[in-house]
């Protein structure tokens, strides 16, 4: 019995010996008499790392370390334990980057030095500068080069403005365009002005991707502790002020905030509630300006422009509204309520211009590179039962290489017998080589050739080479800002162009069946008696 408790105990301790042998930590025990020293596989491995350290890296593992002794009878035993923790490491270091860090670039994140300037403020006597960096126009290379080409811009950015960096400065991806960079030390405004200076220079420098050369410009605002803030939600919020009345100015370059930025701001804002306020109370209108025929002296058209009818009644002019309206994503439906109000109008625009008029209504080329609105869009305007009517205005930029506007929208446009406008042309991206490639009806000549065109011999000229391309390519020719006796006399002897437009003939004028209202009624009120738009006949015999 006694044999056989013994064997069975044997048999434990051999089955216990196994089991601790083949467990995947390390352990090393050795007793202070020295009578008892054992070591299982993995720390037969471990037994040459330093007993100091509780951290050490092998061979390519991560090994925590840890000893405690253990009393045995009058003696003691001291046990190390060795614990393989390469597989959690990487787990916490790519949680760490993926909480601290930007994915596409590799940069802290906002969390990372909003952590990093709280850290900064806290040390004492310190003096360090935050500028909000923001591309300007990178939506516009994300659509015409695409995702992936826009991605690689970001980290080129990233790149070079890292390389740029003190060892105490940090550089955060903070959003889709915007950076962060903390600028630490700084001490002064003039120190903090050639540092910027040299961060803005850098990124107007050309980028070369995939055979592209993309010019890029960034506008800058800087904030600078602790005179903007004490903390980093102040400093950013400054920057960002200051970065947002650079864009509103002259972009690409970099300003630092003062009260008067803030004051700027805070109008802006009460300028974006005002216009959200507007076109969710429909309180905008259209203006019809003539297009004429002044060798006939017809009207043949008319173009429609956008006003704001304040809260005060007063009308505003589009250059006050527009570009803040397609900052803030507002074009699309105001687009789609100027449409509802020509609808709305068309017994008072028949009536004023004649029935067979052509209606000329502008569409921004970001908007025309969409084919899901302008899919909607044109449903719109077929729905008002005079799409042949309709001329689409849009800037040449509409017609560049990538593009989806000429590919997939104009065949939208020829579906429904609607005609396209070439916008102020001659003011973007044309050339004349460029415009065999695009296959409009009408080119609209920019008022900037027109202006004072009987005195400037260079205007004639472009005016005349545009003309002759145009008959070959047979487009139509419009002028706009024709202001003069003199300038019309020059287009009446000079050239065969027939169609003008500007206050010469008439200003635009305002409907009031056009005025959109917040709510609409299915038969409108009677019209007054429409104002008719009157312009001058010339008499000129051609030379």
Same mark, same amino acid.
């Given at each position: 019995?006694?044999?056989?408790?013994?064997?069975?105990?044997?048999?434990?301790?051999?089955?216990?010996?196994?089991?601790?042998?083949?467990?995947?930590?390390?352990?090393?025990?050795?007793?202070?008499?020295?009578?008892?020293?054992?070591?299982?596989?993995?720390?037969?491995?471990?037994?040459?790392?330093?007993?100091?350290?509780?951290?050490?890296?092998?061979?390519?593992?991560?090994?925590?370390?840890?000893?405690?002794?253990?009393?045995?009878?009058?003696?003691?035993?001291?046990?190390?334990?060795?614990?393989?923790?390469?597989?959690?490491?990487?787990?916490?270091?790519?949680?760490?980057?993926?909480?601290?860090?930007?994915?596409?670039?590799?940069?802290?994140?906002?969390?990372?030095?909003?952590?990093?300037?709280?850290?900064?403020?806290?040390?004492?006597?310190?003096?360090?500068?935050?500028?909000?960096?923001?591309?300007?126009?990178?939506?516009?290379?994300?659509?015409?080069?695409?995702?992936?080409?826009?991605?690689?811009?970001?980290?080129?950015?990233?790149?070079?403005?890292?390389?740029?960096?003190?060892?105490?400065?940090?550089?955060?991806?903070?959003?889709?365009?915007? &950076? +962060?960079? /903390?600028?630490?030390?700084?001490?002064?405004? *003039? =120190? !903090?002005? %050639? $540092? #910027?200076?040299?961060?803005?220079?850098?990124?107007?420098?050309?980028?070369?991707?995939?055979?592209?050369?993309?010019?890029?410009?960034?506008?800058?605002?800087?904030?600078?502790?602790?005179?903007?803030?004490?903390?980093?939600?102040?400093?950013?919020?400054?920057?960002?002020?200051?970065?947002?009345?650079?864009?509103?100015?002259?972009?690409?370059?970099?300003?630092?905030?003062?009260?008067?930025?803030?004051?700027?701001?805070?109008?802006?804002?009460?300028?974006?509630?005002?216009?959200?306020?507007?076109?969710?109370?429909?309180?905008?209108?259209?203006?019809?300006?003539?297009?004429?025929?002044?060798?006939?002296?017809?009207?043949?058209?008319?173009?429609?422009?956008?006003?704001?009818?304040?809260?005060?009644?007063?009308?505003?002019?589009?250059?006050? &509204? +527009?570009? /803040?309206?397609?900052?803030?994503?507002?074009? *699309? =439906? !105001?687009? %789609? $309520? #100027?449409?509802?109000?020509?609808?709305?109008?068309?017994?008072?625009?028949?009536?004023?211009?004649?029935?067979?008029?052509?209606?000329?209504?502008?569409?921004?080329?970001?908007?025309?590179?969409?084919?899901?609105?302008?899919?909607?869009?044109?449903?719109?305007?077929?729905?008002?039962?005079?799409?042949?009517?309709?001329?689409?205005?849009?800037?040449?930029?509409?017609?560049?290489?990538?593009?989806?506007?000429?590919?997939?929208?104009?065949?939208?446009?020829?579906?429904?017998?609607?005609?396209?406008?070439?916008?102020?042309?001659?003011?973007?991206?044309?050339?004349?080589?460029?415009?065999?490639?695009?296959?409009?009806?009408?080119?609209?000549?920019?008022?900037?050739?027109?202006?004072?065109?009987?005195?400037?011999?260079?205007?004639?000229?472009?005016?005349?080479?545009?003309?002759?391309?145009?008959?070959?390519? *047979?487009?139509?020719?419009?002028?706009?800002?024709?202001?003069?006796?003199?300038?019309?006399?020059?287009?009446?002897?000079?050239?065969?162009?027939?169609?003008?437009?500007?206050?010469?003939?008439?200003?635009?004028?305002?409907?009031?069946?056009?005025?959109?209202?917040?709510?609409?009624?299915?038969?409108?009120?009677?019209?007054?008696?429409?104002?008719?738009?009157?312009?001058?006949?010339?008499?000129?015999?051609?030379?």
């Amino acid at each position: 019995m006694t044999n056989n408790n013994h064997n069975v105990e044997r048999h434990v301790n051999d089955e216990l010996h196994t089991l601790v042998d083949e467990l995947p930590i390390g352990i090393t025990a050795v007793s202070t008499s020295g009578l008892f020293n054992y070591t299982n596989k993995a720390g037969v491995v471990h037994s040459g790392l330093p007993a100091d350290q509780e951290i050490v890296e092998l061979e390519g593992r991560v090994l925590q370390i840890a000893q405690v002794t253990v009393p045995i009878g009058a003696d003691e035993c001291h046990v190390k334990l060795s614990y393989d923790i390469t597989e959690q490491r990487q787990l916490e270091d790519d949680l760490y980057r993926r909480a601290y860090f930007d994915e596409l670039t590799g940069l802290p994140n906002r969390s990372m030095i909003e952590r990093t300037v709280a850290a900064v403020t806290d040390a004492e006597n310190a003096s360090f500068a935050l500028a909000f960096i923001d591309l300007d126009h990178f939506k516009d290379v994300n659509d015409y080069y695409g995702h992936t080409i826009a991605d690689q811009l970001l980290t080129k950015i990233a790149d070079r403005l890292s390389a740029e960096l003190r060892p105490s400065d940090m550089l955060a991806r903070v959003g889709g365009d915007e &950076f +962060v960079l /903390l600028l630490s030390p700084a001490t002064n405004a *003039d =120190e !903090i002005a %050639l $540092l #910027v200076q040299k961060f803005s220079s850098r990124l107007k420098q050309p980028f070369f991707i995939d055979g592209y050369e993309i010019l890029t410009s960034a506008s800058i605002g800087v904030s600078i502790y602790p005179d903007n803030g004490a903390s980093f939600e102040e400093l950013y919020s400054k920057a960002d002020q200051a970065m947002y009345d650079v864009k509103n100015g002259a972009r690409g370059s970099a300003q630092l905030f003062d009260s008067n930025t803030d004051k700027a701001s805070n109008e802006r804002m009460k300028l974006e509630q005002r216009l959200r306020l507007a076109v969710r109370d429909q309180r905008l209108c259209c203006a019809y300006q003539a297009k004429v025929d002044f060798r006939s002296d017809e009207i043949v058209g008319i173009e429609v422009l956008l006003r704001w009818r304040d809260e005060y009644g007063d009308i505003q002019p589009p250059g006050d &509204f +527009v570009t /803040l309206a397609v900052e803030l994503g507002l074009m *699309d =439906e !105001i687009t %789609l $309520l #100027v449409l509802s109000e020509i609808a709305a109008a068309r017994n008072s625009i028949d009536e004023a211009f004649g029935p067979e008029v052509s209606i000329s209504i502008n569409v921004a080329a970001r908007q025309a590179d969409k084919p899901d609105f302008m899919r909607s869009f044109l449903e719109a305007i077929v729905a008002t039962g005079m799409a042949k009517r309709f001329i689409i205005e849009v800037t040449e930029e509409a017609f560049l290489q990538k593009s989806k506007f000429q590919a997939e929208v104009l065949p939208m446009i020829r579906n429904i017998g609607a005609r396209v406008s070439i916008d102020d042309f001659g003011t973007g991206y044309s050339s004349l080589s460029a415009l065999a490639d695009i296959t409009a009806d009408e080119i609209k000549v920019d008022r900037s050739f027109i202006t004072d065109i009987h005195l400037r011999p260079r205007s004639q000229s472009v005016l005349k080479a545009i003309e002759s391309l145009a008959d070959a390519l *047979d487009m139509s020719i419009i002028v706009e800002g024709v202001e003069t006796f003199e300038e019309l006399l020059y287009l009446q002897a000079s050239t065969r162009i027939r169609l003008a437009q500007g206050y010469y003939f008439a200003k635009p004028i305002v409907l009031e069946k056009a005025v959109m209202k917040s709510e609409r009624t299915n038969e409108l009120r009677k019209p007054a008696e429409p104002t008719r738009v009157e312009h001058k006949r010339v008499n000129y015999s051609r030379s």
